[in-house]
């Protein structure tokens, strides 16, 4: 009996550390595990959102790399959140989705090429990314479906002039701009 206890309580320990050594750090939200010290990477739950190369489309402006290492916003534009309300003629809608998937059809099954540009406060990468040598950020402003951050960028200004002039993507409804709905 007494062999069985010491048995039992090893097996016990032995579970215990190789559970802990294998997920040392925690989980992030979509369920994965980054292991700095033995530099694994690895998953415990399926996300949808996430293609089978590792790249992901998080919001408007944000997407990501390699199962979540490299996290790029595009530097220069802003998208309303995930969340956030628009009015059209027909009704309210959830412009944040919207510009999600409005950026999901023009990325496609293609991967984005981005140029980083800095960093931003939350350690993601801020970069102008192209699709087909198109820009990504210069689509989205263009057809009205994210803003030029001027706090950030003048580069966009005149795509967001000609999207407001020919009433496109947001301009058609009544939206607050992002900064503003994140300033509340």
Known sequence: MVL????FLILIFLLTYL???A?????????CHNNHQAGEYHCHRHNPERREDGFRIVDGDTIHFDFDKRKVRFNGI???????????SDGPFDCGLLAKKVLKDFIGSKL??????????YSREL????????SISKYL???????AYRKYSKKFIKDEEFAKKNNLGFWQTKFEFPWEFRAK
């Open 23 to 31: 997920h040392q750090g925690g989980l992030n939200s979509d369920g």
């Open 141 to 147: 402003v263009r057809n009205g479906f994210a803003f």
């Open 19 to 21: 559970s802990s050594y």
């Open 78 to 88: 802003d998208t309303p959140e995930i969340g956030q309300m628009c009015i059209a």
């Open 112 to 121: 984005p090429i981005c140029k980083s540009q800095g960093v931003d406060n």
């Open 127 to 134: 970069a102008e990314c192209y699709v087909d040598d198109e």
């Open 4 to 7: 069985f206890k010491h048995f």
